[in-house]
């Protein structure tokens, strides 16, 4: 079981049975009602249930109860281990081996249908001399029963379990439709005598009740390849990790299967070899290829210190790598994770099909029957045979399978689709929601620079020597994890110096340091910090102001009161953050910077991006950024956060779509909407823009279910007769039908290669 921020748990258990999007409504209204649980989504796509709920009140088995309650079952190979949410699965071809013989059934069984139903068509243009009508009937029966029977057999034990129930799905439109037509058709082959007592047409439907069978097996199966197509994305992550990895132990090197790697595991990466772990080099130097977690193209350059990632690519070097996490805490399980929750989820716009579906099926039945006695009160001769037709058009043709799918499967692909190229979706509503952003809030550090700060001059105030500040300053900030704080240390350390006994060091969020240093205080950080301490920084003034208008960052160093200068710091911008604001801004969006850096840095960080000097929100703490973003929104605007999903993590969680750059291992997760695993800020540029894209499928999809029915039911209740002399016949309404679900599907996998979304967006 997964726990969660809000202090209740998260558990996914895979569900049989389901139909179309009335299953996944009664599903969920029946978990909805489970003491302790407090948010139940079905997805009618990947089959799952995701449940949210207190364990201190609510497990696992009530949540089985309540599903059989609802009229479903678990499927065969669910397990407590792997139902738990989020859980890496360690047979990644588990499911892949429980839909494939399923397929396979739906396939033979569709086959069969499909050959008697020929068959049967080409019966009723044979010669009547050479076979009468009724012996030819009474050969056709057997065939059309085992097609009804055999084939058919999963809608007949869909429908029971629902009717145990009191309630209806789609299996109990095409088990009443075809039953009707097998069983009239019965009749009049083994006893015609009573149909014409009845005074009504002698007439079989073998031909409308086989082929009704085989369309709908046939599109169940063509919807199961397609649906299959939309979780690839997962597959091919997995599929990234290598079966072992060569380890060394003492002085020999050995295969291990990667279960049994621990942390702090020596790790030999050959050329061509697949990295096993997430780990630091120790040894040796290459270049990774990253693309398949990242989206680069470009492999990077590793060398002691430098991290790598489980599943990249070694291409040249031999390198030799100490495992820092494995299995379930790489970055690769924690990004299948979050797909595969991404993938189960459910967008808003979903809310409207389940609303629809919750009353639909019926609302068709009554339909069904009201057309039914319509066509037997006031239709034409042959009445019974008209009416008999448009009573199962109608319940074949509403099949709500379309609206069920229509969320779903454009999700789950959209999901895969960013997976692949480097970005990381919490959820569908996350992916819904990018679309409405109109302004996008950009954090420096680490976002639009490389986030390893370097130092690029020092500036001393007379008497103070360069090595006299870089001893007291790097002293100081031996107990800072800031990146600015490391990168004065490392000057230090190259001079041997920054070995003075500290004492009484505390950071100073957003303003950097204070410390005692053999004796004496000392102040890091900017200029506010030293002033508000009484220290003068007016004699340095004018040569920080020209650093900061090169776009450095003046560190500046006090001792007691006396001011010692400053370092000027610097951090590359990437090269890839011009060509990402001029991105954003080329789609309309409002670009803003917003940094902790004075404002003359900003201003020129700004400058070189490509952002205009008045959407800069410059010396803004870490804490006040959220309190920035609020007033963002407070205008009325649609507000997303990029930042590094750390220090960010207010304002992203503050946004209406926090976006978190992630760098190397570190996929941040928890309060950003949005991962970007490779740390390119153009990544922003191809989220939003699958976004759009998905959302755009979504409505299509479901536009497309709903107007199906709103078109098709009146045509198979007859509203065209009077008119024109045209009935929906059985048959071509099952194809209709089978036809609505897979141009969802289908319409939806047209996500994983469309136009505009990729690293160049």
Not at 89 to 111: C, H, K, Y
Not at 161 to 189: D, E, K, P
Not at 428 to 451: C, F, N, S
Request: net charge negative.
């Amino acid at each position: 079981m997964t726990s969660t921020p809000t202090g209740t748990a998260e558990i996914s258990l895979p569900i049989a049975g389901m139909t179309c999007a009335s299953c996944v409504n009664r599903i969920e209204r029946f978990l909805g009602k489970t003491p302790g649980v407090t948010e139940a989504n079905v997805n009618l796509a990947t089959e799952v249930a995701t449940i949210r709920y207190l364990p201190e009140i609510a497990d696992r088995a009530d949540f089985v109860e309540a599903i059989e309650a609802a009229g479903y079952e678990l499927k065969r190979t669910a397990t407590a281990a792997e139902a738990d949410a989020g859980a890496l699965v360690d047979e990644p071809d588990a499911e892949t081996l429980e839909r494939e013989p399923e397929q396979r059934d739906l396939l033979i069984r569709a086959a069969f249908a499909l050959a008697v139903a020929g068959v049967t068509i080409a019966a009723m243009f044979w010669p009547r001399p050479l076979l009468p009508m009724v012996d030819l009937n009474r050969l056709l029966l057997v065939p059309a029963t085992a097609v009804q029977f055999w084939a058919g057999r999963r809608f007949y034990e869909a429908a029971w379990r629902a009717a145990r129930h009191r309630t209806t799905n789609m299996s109990t439109l095409v088990v009443i439709g075809t039953t009707a037509a097998w069983a009239y058709s019965a009749v009049v082959t083994l006893a015609p005598e009573i149909v014409m007592r009845a005074g009504l047409e002698p007439q079989t439907y073998f031909d409308s009740s086989t082929l009704i069978v085989a369309l709908v097996l046939l599109g169940r199966w063509l919807e199961a390849r397609a649906k299959s197509q939309t979780t690839g994305a997962i597959r091919r992550l997995l599929a990234l990790r290598p079966a072992s990895a060569r380890v060394v132990r003492g002085t020999v090197e050995v295969d291990v299967p990667l279960a049994d790697i621990q942390p702090g595991d020596l790790v030999r990466v050959r050329p061509g070899e697949k990295v096993a772990v997430d780990g630091i080099v120790v040894e040796g130097g290459s270049a990774i290829d990253e693309s398949m977690l990242t989206g680069e193209p470009i492999p990077r350059d590793k060398a002691p210190g430098d991290e790598v990632i489980g599943g990249t690519v070694n291409t040249t070097g031999s390198l030799l790598v100490r495992a820092t996490r494995v299995g379930r805490d790489t970055a690769l399980a924690r990004i299948v994770e979050l797909v595969h929750r991404a993938q189960g989820s459910k967008a808003p716009i979903q809310r409207l099909a389940d609303r629809v579906s919750a009353v639909f099926v019926p609302i068709v039945i009554v339909t069904a029957v009201v057309t039914l006695l319509a066509w037997l009160a006031l239709g034409p001769d042959p009445k019974v045979t008209l009416a008999l037709a448009a009573f199962i058009a109608v319940l074949v043709v509403a099949c709500p399978c379309a609206m069920g799918l229509a969320t779903p499967t454009a999700i789950m692909v959209g999901t895969g689709r960013g997976a692949e190229s480097g970005i990381l979706i919490r959820g569908g509503e996350a992916l819904e929601g990018a679309h409405r952003i109109d302004t996008v809030v950009l954090d420096k550090t680490g976002t639009l620079t490389a986030g390893r700060p370097s130092i690029g001059e020092i500036v001393t105030a007379p008497p103070t020597t360069e090595d006299e500040l870089l001893d007291v300053a790097g002293s100081a900030e031996k107990g800072s994890e800031h990146p600015v704080g490391a990168a004065i240390l490392a000057r230090a350390r190259e001079r041997e110096l920054g070995f003075r006994a500290v004492t009484g060091f505390r950071a100073l969020g957003g303003h950097g340091v204070e410390a005692t240093v053999d004796g004496g205080r000392v102040l890091v950080g900017t200029a506010r910090l030293l002033r508000d301490h009484g220290v003068d920084v007016g004699p340095l003034e004018a040569e920080a102001a020209r650093a900061a208008a090169a776009g450095r960052t003046p560190a500046w160093v006090a001792l007691g009161d006396r001011l010692l200068g400053f370092v000027a710091v610097t951090d590359a911008i990437k090269p890839e953050s011009r060509a990402a604001v001029a991105s954003l801004r080329g789609e309309g969006l409002d670009v803003w910077l917003v940094t902790g850096d004075d404002e003359r840095t900003a201003r020129a960080v700004a400058a070189e991006v490509g952002i205009p000097a008045d959407r800069v929100l410059a010396e803004v703490l870490p804490i006040d950024k959220a309190a920035a973003v609020d007033r963002l929104r407070a205008q009325g605007r649609a507000v997303a956060m990029v930042g590094d999903g750390i220090n960010d993590a207010p304002a992203l969680a503050a946004a209406d779509l926090g976006i978190a750059i992630g760098s190397g291992a570190d996929v941040a997760i928890e309060a950003s909407d949005i991962t970007l695993v490779g740390g390119d800020p153009r990544g922003v540029v191809t989220a939003l823009a699958l976004s759009r894209a998905t959302l755009r499928t979504i409505r299509q999809n479901l536009f497309w279910a709903f107007a199906y029915n709103v078109l098709l039911i009146p045509v198979a209740m007859g509203a065209l007769y009077p008119i024109l002399g045209i009935t929906l016949h059985p048959a071509m309404a099952a194809g209709a039908m089978a036809l609505s679900s897979l141009a969802v599907v289908t319409n939806s996998l047209r996500l994983r290669s469309a136009s505009g979304i990729g690293r160049s967006a």
